[in-house]
């Protein structure tokens, strides 16, 4: 049984079908839902004020919606190659995980992995993932 959702979002590239399926997905459950949202070592002072800002708005959101939601901004002085395992490591105790995929050219692909597809190989429960359309910088 699902109650607990990790919910991970980047906002500089979220385009707004993670935040409306995960909304329905808890609402169907009747499940709380756990906002991450990561700063990155490489992240200005700016990106990180708009990462706060968005964090606070989307817990806003799922709240105005009926839906238990609680939000944390984590510090993590990795690069974005270690992101999926913190990702996995948050997701410790609940019960599914819910998280975008950005579609990026076959050159991009090459050469980076998905962090999505990482972490559904990681992961200990459920993973939902969300396709966000073409990978675009957006700015809640």
Do not use: W
């Not at 409306?20 to 756990?34: G, P």
């Not at 002072?45 to 989307?58: F, H, P």
């Not at 410790?92 to 962090?115: A, E, L, P, W």
Request: glycine share 6%; net charge positive; with cysteine.
């Amino acid at each position: 049984m699902v109650k607990k959702i990790l919910v991970p979002i980047n906002p500089l590239k979220e385009s707004g079908e993670l935040v409306e399926t995960s909304i329905e997905m808890a609402k169907r459950l009747d499940a709380s839902v756990h906002i991450v949202v990561y700063t990155l070592k490489d992240d200005t002072k700016k990106i990180v004020d708009t990462k706060r800002r968005a964090l606070e708005e989307y817990v806003e959101t799922y709240r105005k919606e009926g839906i238990k939601t609680t939000g944390k901004l984590i510090d993590f002085d990795g690069g974005a190659d270690e992101l999926p395992q913190k990702v996995v490591d948050a997701a410790k105790g609940y019960d599914m995980t819910i998280m975008g995929h950005y579609r990026f050219n076959k050159m991009y692909r090459f050469v980076h992995q998905s962090t999505a597809q990482d972490v559904i190989n990681l992961a200990r429960c459920p993973v939902l993932v969300v396709t966000e359309g073409d990978a675009k910088k957006k700015v809640p």
